[in-house]
């Protein structure tokens, strides 16, 4: 367990990767989603999706934490298990960092009647309508989502190389297509979007969580294949 810390340590050793990219991408993101909101002369609430680009950067973050660090770890003798196991734990860390201050973000906007302009950035109904907690299970689901994606991507990467990435990049996006196709020949997007709103913002997090263990189970028998 302590070599395992010692993963998490050498993770936030580049603390503008984990932290301070994160909050800057955040912080622009409000100040330009507010400005937007001022120019517009109604006097409804005003949502939008600027609040989400600090969770796509956690795609880039989740492949930095393969490619940069975990050459270096080999150097430790850090043995492969401890890397993978510490670096998941290091994006929970980092995920949870992030639904706290999506909460805080909520706070503010309810406080200030959305920053003085009545907009939202954090405060989306939707996204709140099981509570704080809710949200939070939503917020800290997508960004160790776009993490694990990150991940599994440079695990692969590592693992066999560009083609083989290509390919299964490909043959993910060949599966979507698919599924569109069926569900728009079966005219079943009525049923699709009811399903949808009947699980909530909640009930979809909670299927995510589902998807980040099975690409982390992916990236896992990948793992023992990287290069470093």
């Known amino acids: 367990m302590s070599r395992t810390l010692n993963v998490i340590r050498l993770q936030f050793v580049n603390k503008q990767t984990f932290i301070w990219v994160p909050l800057i991408v955040l912080a622009a993101a409000t100040a330009v989603s507010v400005i937007i909101y001022a120019m517009i002369p109604i006097d409804e609430p005003k949502y939008g999706g600027g609040g989400q680009a600090p969770l796509w950067v956690f795609f880039a973050v989740g492949l930095s934490a393969m490619t940069l660090t975990f050459p270096f770890s080999q150097a430790l003798s850090i043995t492969r298990r401890e890397f993978f196991v510490g670096t998941m734990l290091t994006a929970v860390l980092g ?3 992030m639904g706290v201050l999506f909460l805080i ?12 302009v009545n907009g939202y950035v954090f405060h989306l109904p939707w996204l709140w309508e099981a509570g704080p907690l809710g949200a ?11 993490f694990v994606v990150g991940f599994t991507g ?10 083989v990435l290509t390919i299964v990049a490909v043959g993910l996006g060949l599966v979507l297509v698919g599924i569109v196709f069926l569900i728009t020949r079966m005219e079943l997007w009525g049923d699709v979007f009811a399903r949808i709103m009947d699980l909530g913002a909640l009930g979809l997090a909670l299927w995510g969580l589902v998807l980040v263990v099975l690409f982390a189970g992916v990236s896992f028998l990948a793992f023992r294949r990287a290069k470093p």
């Open 95 to 97: 995920s949870a960092f």
């Open 105 to 116: 973000g909520g706070g503010i906007e309810l406080l200030t009647n959305g920053w003085g």
């Open 136 to 146: 939070f299970v939503v917020y800290f689901t997508l960004a160790l989502f776009f």
């Open 154 to 163: 440079a695990t692969i990467y590592k693992s066999w190389g560009p083609t």
